[in-house]
């Protein structure tokens, strides 16, 4: 199925914009930049407010099926 040609421009503005943030944050990370931190120190308490037991298994299990076994075995 082909995409249409607004389609290709707005995946191309959302690579763009994407690659833009990482360059930003890899440039930030690099340099020790204070922003960084304060990123972190904002983001993290939200991240890790609704852990459970129950949700790690999930996510370990998740884990685990993009791991090297996983990969060989389904492959």
């Known amino acids: 199925m082909a995409n249409s040609g607004g389609q290709k ?6 690579s763009l914009v994407s690659y833009l943030l990482f ?6 990370v690099s340099f020790h930049l204070s922003f960084i931190t304060q990123i972190d120190d904002t ?3 939200l ?3 609704g852990v459970t037991d129950s949700k ?14 996983a990969m ?4």
């Not at 421009?9 to 959302?14: E, G, P, R, S």
């Not at 360059?23 to 930030?28: E, P, R, S, T």
């Not at 998740?62 to 090297?68: E, I, S």
């Open 56 to 69: 790690t298994l999930f996510f370990t299990i998740l884990t685990q099926l993009g791991g090297t076994i």
């Open 23 to 28: 360059l930003f944050l890899w440039i930030g």
């Open 47 to 49: 991240l890790q407010g």
């Open 9 to 14: 421009y707005l995946l191309l503005i959302i």
């Open 43 to 45: 983001l993290i308490p």
């Open 72 to 75: 060989i075995y389904f492959r």
